[in-house]
């Protein structure tokens, strides 16, 4: 029962494509296609996969156990497991497998093609969010020049007359908004990776921004509740 439960709640995790829908995709189609080369059975090939929990590896479980345990052709297993994927690019490479299957095409061969056409995918699709997150980037340095510009001329006409304590708690609320939101928006954009690989000490650029946030935030946090 708790197994059911348990899968239940992974399928539901690789549901859509995302970026962690695509980077585990092309993980495990490399992983199958290096191992591939050694032609073991689809029964060791499949089950190996598995064994290495990326979020995809439920939609593999699922056509092991139909063809394992409950005697189906390993094509209609695909195709069964196709139909019920909720992630576009996991539909398609399974419906390819079970292709691929009936046609006879070595299986090796096939691995190989799909981790080289995702690897492009994954490596175009990359790119284009780092042109996005450039694009959010620019937006959000123009939107901080604005809010900038309009704190300054609220700041020479508070000089010239009282606009009163609702306008300057607006302009203050509007200005933390402003803030608040490009970071995230550019949050989102960014791609990133679940796993990265470094020294322990990391960049030299890392190290001085970690540097600067331990020694300035905390000065900066404390000179701002003093002074509010």
């Known amino acids: 029962m708790s197994s059911t439960k348990s899968s239940r709640k992974r399928t539901a995790k690789a549901s859509s494509d995302n970026a962690a829908i695509s980077f585990d995709l092309l993980s495990s189609l490399t992983y199958m296609a ?5 032609n073991p059975s689809r029964e060791i090939l499949l089950r190996m996969t598995i064994a290495q929990n990326y979020q995809t590896g439920v939609y593999f479980r ?10 189906f052709e390993y094509t209609r297993a695909f195709r069964m497991v196709a139909r019920k994927a909720g992630a ?11 292709g691929a ?6 299986e090796s061969e096939f691995l190989a093609q799909e981790a080289r056409v995702e690897r492009e995918m994954y490596i175009n699709n990359y790119y284009r969010s780092l042109e996005a997150l450039a ?6 340095a123009a939107l901080l020049v604005s809010i900038s510009l309009g704190v300054v001329v609220a700041m020479i006409s508070t000089m010239l007359s009282d606009l009163g304590d609702i306008f300057v708690t607006a302009l203050t609320g509007s200005t933390f908004f402003v803030s608040f939101f490009g970071v995230y928006i550019i949050h989102r954009t960014a791609p990133h990776e679940d796993k990265n690989y470094q020294n322990r000490r990391g960049p030299k650029m890392r190290r001085m ?5 331990y020694y300035l ?3 900066g946090v404390v000179l701002g509740i003093i002074i509010g």
């Open 34 to 38: 290096a191992l591939a080369d050694g």
């Open 62 to 71: 699922q056509v092991y156990l139909l063809a394992k345990r409950m005697g």
């Open 88 to 98: 576009t690019t996991v539909k398609n490479h399974l419906l390819r497998f079970a």
């Open 101 to 106: 299957i009936t046609a006879g095409v070595s």
């Open 135 to 140: 694009k959010w980037g620019d937006a959000y």
């Open 209 to 213: 921004a970690r540097r600067a946030f």
């Open 217 to 219: 935030v905390p000065p």
